[in-house]
């Protein structure tokens, strides 16, 4: 099945400094990839959409300085976090929709997330 | 904007329990609506779908009908196994046309713990 890679699984840095993650989808490509974080006993929300070879598309709130993304391939996504403080820690998630036969119902190939923790 | 909401949790039952998470929705135009499935220590999987009124997605024992009337997709399983402890997630996509295109709209989680 469709595989998606997301690295590291967990990561503790200190105030001020970047993190960079990285979101690879393994045997299928995607244009497209989501960027959610998720809030404990929260759901996901969606930070921004991530299209290859164009910017990133981000919601409403959501600081583009702050959460920079990168879809430099159809199989690499990345969101760096930069001068991370600890408001920002939490759990970020990336999904991509394979780009065979895809509809707006097809389903999205999540990652299994990156803890984050600004100390 | 569109939205989904779903019941409290946690949830706790016990063995061959009977389980519902219900699951409501507000939306533009013709969603489809998913049901994703988020393992301790996991990602998120996509446990069943439908894509239009009526439908009843299925998977694992677990079943969904969409039903537009009540704007409602409400996760049912007769029996539970331990094995099913998890966080369920609702979410809708807006159908084709819609200003959110192929983006998921999530409800909060409910997290099911099944014991022995």
């Known amino acids: 099945g469709a595989v998606v890679s997301q690295h590291p699984s967990r990561v503790i840095c200190k105030s001020g400094t970047s993190v960079k993650i990285e979101c690879r989808s393994l045997?299928?490509?995607?244009?497209?990839m989501f960027w959610y974080r998720q809030f404990p006993k929260q759901s996901l929300m969606l930070m921004a959409t991530s299209n290859e070879g164009s910017k990133a598309t981000y919601e409403q709130g959501v600081e583009k300085d702050k959460f920079l993304i990168n879809h430099a391939s159809l199989t690499l996504s990345t969101l760096t976090v930069t001068s991370a403080h600890p408001e920002d820690s939490s759990f970020y998630i990336c999904s991509a929709r394979d780009d065979a036969g895809f509809t707006y119902n097809s389903p999205l190939h999540f990652g299994n997330g990156t803890r984050l923790t600004v100390t | 904007g569109n939205s989904v909401t779903q019941m409290e949790g946690p949830v706790t039952l016990s063995e061959e329990a009977f389980l519902t998470i219900n699951c409501t929705y507000t939306a533009t135009g013709y969603p489809s609506l998913f049901w994703y499935v988020q393992y301790p220590g996991e990602g998120l999987q996509l446990l069943l779908k439908a894509t239009k009124a009526d439908d009843k997605g299925s998977n694992k024992g677990f079943e969904a009908t969409y039903r537009k009337e009540t704007t409602s997709f409400h996760l049912e399983k007769g029996s539970v196994q331990v094995s099913d402890s998890a966080v369920y997630f609702c979410?809708?996509?807006?159908?084709?046309?819609?200003?959110?295109?192929?983006?998921?709209?999530f409800g909060q989680g409910t997290i099911l713990t099944v014991h022995p």
């Open positions: 979410a809708l996509s807006e159908g084709a046309g819609g200003t959110s295109y192929g983006k998921l709209t």
């Open positions: 045997d299928f490509q995607a244009t497209t």
